[in-house]
């Protein structure tokens, strides 16, 4: 299964699993992104494949697509 590119222009919500700030970017910069620190709390995180897939398909749900 591949992460779809019809979210690369939309809004993705991820929250940072140290102090659960969200962190709000378009598509595009998580489908090219693996690792990134979170702007609050400074914690490097690792976004791997399948989170990825994980993130697009929840706000391809929850968008309708």
Request: net charge positive.
């Amino acid at each position: 299964m591949s992460i779809s590119d019809e979210l690369r222009d939309a809004s993705l919500r991820y929250e940072c699993p140290n102090c659960h700030r969200p962190i709000i970017r378009n598509g595009s910069w998580f489908k090219a992104v693996s690792n990134f620190r979170c702007e609050a709390c400074k914690t490097k995180l690792r976004l791997g494949y399948s989170a990825k897939l994980a993130l697009f398909e929840r706000h391809g749900k929850a968008l309708g697509a």
